[in-house]
């Protein structure tokens, strides 16, 4: 999977792989309300009020306005978005998305006021509350639907946080929280000439993170349910727990560890690493301290974000709101090489 495949689908709208090109990308107000313009109508500017087209009225004063060349009513370039209303610059806000999105994960308010040279710590309070919570509300959407010969989902749980350094199999450690995890594993066909990859190939598709209660067989099952689409081929530990899965309709492969750590390393070495990934996040970021109320929200931005890191565009539009008109390719779509960049002629300056 080339890292910036989604740019080669939307080249009409560039994404910046750099910062100095996100800089040259994003100059100005002016810059950022073009790229508005695009995302919404990527055929040229249609009047919402008089479905007028045709090169709009352009005040220079204020970048985030069109107005109609026919009725003369006024549109707003950020309707819909997260930056609707607000009086941040649009620089402001693409600057926030970008650092968000593919730069600094879990930067703190402080550190992000003086990224963005903001003169005040609530405007950046305010905006970085209003980006994570585009992370933090999440599709609900299964995983595991469409996968390939050979593809699985591994699903394993863990303990986070609490007092207690040992992680794991052992008894359950004071304030810790259970946390289950479901990752797509597919496979990278082979290229013909090419030297066999390593881990055969695999590589991470999306990923579930949900809390669970216990390790009973009513939560475990209950969250695999929820995560993964049933037919698909799921793998887990031999944990009793997992017992009721082939009966929910899941082609069930429970792997034997017999104590051996190395068996669940080569067997379910994906989610392992979900989880390795998963705790340095929340120990270099937030000390390993977090509240049990909260872990859920952090794990939907870890989520959100592991989802989307070969597509930093889309995680950048997608927190923004930008494009959020059902035009865009979604995940599978750009995955199955199914979606089909719309056919794009007019609006380049
Ligand atoms: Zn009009």
């Known amino acids: 999977m080339p890292p910036h495949a989604d740019v080669l689908l ?59 060349r026919k009725c003369r009513k006024q549109t707003s370039l950020t309707v819909g978005t997260v930056m609707q209303r607000t009086h941040t610059p649009l620089t402001v806000w693409f600057w926030a998305a970008y650092l968000v999105s593919s730069m600094t994960p879990g930067m703190s308010a402080v550190q992000f006021q003086r990224q963005l040279g903001l003169s005040r710590y609530e405007t950046a309070f305010q905006i970085l509350h209003k980006l994570r919570a585009g992370m933090v509300r999440q599709g609900r959407d299964r995983i595991g639907g469409n996968l390939g010969r ?7 749980e863990t303990y986070i946080g609490g007092a207690v350094r040992g992680e794991g199999r052992g008894p359950k450690p004071d304030d810790s929280v259970l946390v289950c995890a479901a990752v797509e594993v597919r496979t990278r066909p082979p290229k013909k000439g090419d030297k066999p990859e390593r881990r055969g190939g695999r590589y991470a598709g999306r990923l579930r993170l949900e809390i ?5 067989a009513k939560a475990l099952c209950g969250f695999v349910e929820q995560a993964v689409e049933p037919g698909a081929m799921v793998i887990t530990d031999a944990a009793p727990a997992y017992n009721g899965l082939g009966k929910l309709g899941y082609a069930h492969l429970p792997v034997v560890e017999a ?7 080569e067997f379910l070495p ?46 950048f539009r997608s927190l923004l709101g930008i494009g959020t008109n059902g035009e865009g390719p979604t995940y599978d779509g750009i995955y199955q090489g199914t979606w089909k960049h719309p056919t794009m002629e007019s609006h380049h300056d």
């Not at 790229?35 to 990527?42: I, M, Q, T």
């Not at 479905?51 to 069109?66: A, D, F, N």
């Not at 669970?212 to 009973?216: E, G, K, L, Q, Y």
């Not at 104590?259 to 390393?265: I, L």
């Open 10 to 68: 939307w080249e009409h709208l560039p994404f910046p792989k750099s910062l100095r090109d996100f800089q040259r990308l994003f100059k100005d107000d002016d810059a950022c309300a073009r790229y508005l313009e695009g995302a919404k109508w990527p055929k040229g500017f249609v009047c919402p009020h008089c479905e007028e087209k045709g090169e709009p009225v352009r005040v220079t004063t204020r970048p985030g306005v069109l107005a109609c």
């Open 270 to 315: 994906i989610v392992h690493l979900v989880f390795s990934n998963l705790k340095a996040w929340l120990q270099g970021t937030h000390h390993g301290r977090v509240e049990p109320q909260h872990l859920q929200a952090y794990l939907n931005e870890f989520t959100f974000r592991f989802n989307r890191r070969f597509y930093p565009f889309n995680a």
């Open 150 to 156: 050979g593809d699985h989902v591994e699903v394993d």
């Open 212 to 216: 669970a209660t216990n390790r009973s």
């Open 259 to 265: 104590g051996d750590p190395k068996v669940a390393e």
